[in-house]
């Protein structure tokens, strides 16, 4: 099953399945993603830790490819005893990487809990459990929709890595020049780890318009116009975002990009198309 890795350093990001069929598809596209010898996979995790079982189930059914996988772990509405159980609990399983997050607390959900930052996260994983995981945290080229502005949030990025962060993985985005403009920000603050591009392949307009406004990554004009004149065509969607992705991807890495996270959407043929096209 396990592969050599892939020369350009990618990696796949999951969400955890609520059905058996849900389970059995994840299943297969972990395997036909194995195949293209992923750095490490992800699987996300639901804020305020009310899913956590999901996650911990799913990254238990993904690791079973031999790869590394990372639990994504999010500290708002969680006490720390709680994250300090879940740590350990993966550090048992031998565990050895994490994406730390601040997450969205759903609105009427309790309180905001003891962390309210990402870096505070990374700083009570440092704290807890030394130099055991390698810690990935986000990144928003676009900007995060609730900083005050592009300055305040580069610098609470910044802030974020200096905690201890190994890794930062981005925000999707369909414009190269933000995360070139976002990487020289960083690095202008001392930021020196990797910026790896989070990938979200085209497969469906309706979706992606709802998840981008939700997140705050902009679709350019001419992108959701050609993708609106598709419709229901569903093969051009697919044809048009597999060439839209794959030209993003090859310019980033171009222009430097240390690698591509891919959000999977736990599908695997149009995350295999992009990697394909890439690496031909
Ligand atoms: P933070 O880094 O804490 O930033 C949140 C906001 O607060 C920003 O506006 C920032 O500028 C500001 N800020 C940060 N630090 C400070 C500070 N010390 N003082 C004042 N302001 C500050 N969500 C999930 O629920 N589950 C997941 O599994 C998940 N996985 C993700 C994976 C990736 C790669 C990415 C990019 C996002 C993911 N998200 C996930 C979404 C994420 O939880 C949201 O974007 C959330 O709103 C912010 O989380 P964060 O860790 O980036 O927060």
Known sequence: MSAQEHPLGISFEFFPPNTEAGRDKLMQTRDALATRGPRFFSVTYGAGGSTQHRTTDTVRMVRESGFTTAPHLSCIGSEKAALRDLLNQYREEGIDSLVALRGDLPSGMGGIGELRYANELVEFIREETGDHFNIAVAAYPETHPQAPNADRDVENF????????????????????????????????????????????????TKLARFSDACGAEIPRWIR????????????????????????????????????????????????????????
């Open 158 to 205: 910044a802030r974020k890595m200096k905690a201890g962060a190994n890794l930062a993985i981005t925000q999707y985005f369909f414009n190269a020049d933000a995360y070139f403009r976002f990487v020289e920000r960083a690095r202008a603050l001392g930021v020196e780890a990797p910026i790896v591009p989070g990938i979200m392949p085209i497969t469906n307009y």
């Open 225 to 280: 116009k050609q993708l609106e004149a598709y419709g229901d065509d569903s093969e051009s969607i697919a044809a048009f975002g597999e060439d839209v992705i794959s030209r993003l991807s090859q310019r980033l890495l171009d222009g430097g990009a240390p690698g591509l996270h891919f959000y999977t959407l736990n599908q695997a043929e149009p995350t295999l198309r992009v990697v394909d096209n890439i690496c031909g």
